[in-house]
């Protein structure tokens, strides 16, 4: 028996905007659930998927925009552990969240001091378990991954 | 994603967000948002339990809302009612730090008035 078993990878490809990002949810919300991922572990990847689309779109610039984003999905089982592995590619500038410093990124401490950015990777960090970044032919590659046990 | 308001009674302002709050809808509101939140000195609670989905730009949304009420001398607080999602969202982003989250509707008004 191998290790880790992988369902198989479904991919939707989408324009780099807002509403196709709405579109990205509906897609990953149905194959999550055809591959029987818990509502839980849902609602952590579309926080992640919107936060990602949502870089993307507004960080990537033109080239980001005139180009698909693809999106791959698919679930591994090993040892009890599954683990949902969701992979966003876009032709936008290079960016690698993996760069950012280890552990927990900074509150801010009052209101006055709150900043309107950094927000969204604070979020992709929270509600992923795991974050890995490739550049590759001019795209970026970033793969998040979320995990639970058969009893969760 | 919709949003409505109430005005009540010693100044307090309510802003009702329902569906879902994620990029795309985020956009759609931020104005409008703004200008029921910010625009002049009150105290505003803003509900937030029939919101499905809260991003980064919804969040972003909310903090500059609260930023303007303060600047115009005023406070806003958040009524989640046991939206279990928006809490986890603004807890692991620190925002219920910022701007005070309550459950109870009373205590988010009660909050305000004293």
Known sequence: ?152 | MAIRYEDANEGVRHIFLSGRLDTAGSEQIASEFASLAGSEKRGVVVHLSDVTFLSSMGIRALIAGAKAQQAQGGRMVLHVAGNDVVSRTLEATGIDDLIPMFEDDDDAERALLN
Request: net charge negative; hydrophobic share 45%.
């Open chain 1, 1 to 152: 028996m191998p290790a880790s078993v992988k369902q198989s990878r479904v991919e939707l490809t989408i324009h780099a905007d807002t509403w196709d990002a709405r579109r990205a949810s509906v897609w990953l919300e149905s194959a999550a659930l055809a591959q029987s991922v818990p509502a839980e572990q849902i609602v952590r990847l579309d926080h992640c998927l919107d936060e990602a689309l949502a870089n993307v779109i507004k960080h990537g610039g033109d080239t980001a925009r005139a180009a698909a984003v693809v999106l791959q999905f698919c679930v591994r089982r090993g040892q009890g552990v599954f683990t949902a592995e969701l992979m966003v590619v876009d032709e936008g500038a290079a960016f690698d969240p993996s760069v950012l410093p280890e552990g927990p990124m900074p509150k801010p401490a009052s209101l006055a001091e709150a900043s309107l950015g950094g927000l969204g990777l604070l979020m992709i960090r929270n509600f992923s378990d795991e974050l890995s970044y490739r550049r590759s032919k001019g795209r970026n590659h970033l793969t998040i991954c979320v995990s639970w046990t058969a009893a969760t």
